[in-house]
């Protein structure tokens, strides 16, 4: 069955590793029969949550910019792939920016399955915990999440390291078997 993939690739760095790893999944998937869509987040006006409240009752929220369509496309996709640059064994920014935003439909993004990209300097798989971590506070918070894949860049620090990867070619299976 066709899925409906949701790629959002948070680095600042088009063509950075991480975004070529997202291109590599969108390859795979695409080329199974399903529906793949990348968001470079970076091109998106998403200003920080404020915390207002305004969505605790009407599911609505008070700032008017991309996200509005970004949580539509998060709530149709059956697959969705968040991918980021380790920053201080972290999410970095836009990532944590974009879903501290979900705070209006986080309970209408259900029963999703999920990847994890990370790309980083460290070459050490173990200190990526941390930051996965930081994506499973997340996804803990959502109903009937599956993370059913993460892809290591690791030991990539400049622009574009990640070619000719293993895990260049680790995105791409995974991206065809969704
Ligand atoms: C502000 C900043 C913080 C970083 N912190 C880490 C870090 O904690 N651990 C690490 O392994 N790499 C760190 N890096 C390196 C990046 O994770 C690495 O360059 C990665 O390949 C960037 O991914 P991208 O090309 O998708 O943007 C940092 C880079 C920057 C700019």
Known sequence: MSKNVLILSASPRKGGNSDLLCDQFMRGAAEAGNKAEKIFVRDKKIAYCTGCGTCFGTKKC????????????????????????????TMNGQLKTLIDRTCARYTDISDK??????????????????????????????????????????????????????????????????
């Open 62 to 89: 008070s700032i008017k910019d991309d996200m509005t369509n970004v949580l539509d496309k998060m709530v149709a996709a059956d697959v969705i792939v968040m991918a980021i640059p380790v920053y201080f064994y």
């Open 113 to 178: 399955d999920f990847y994890f990209i990370v790309a980083a300097a460290d070459p050490d798989i173990q200190a990526m915990e941390r930051t996965l971590e930081g994506f499973r506070g997340f996804t803990s918070c959502l109903e009937g999440p599956t993370e059913k894949g993460i892809i290591y860049g690791t030991g990539a620090w400049n622009i574009g390291e990640i070619k000719g990867s293993k895990a260049m070619e680790q995105a791409y299976e995974m991206g065809k078997a969704v």
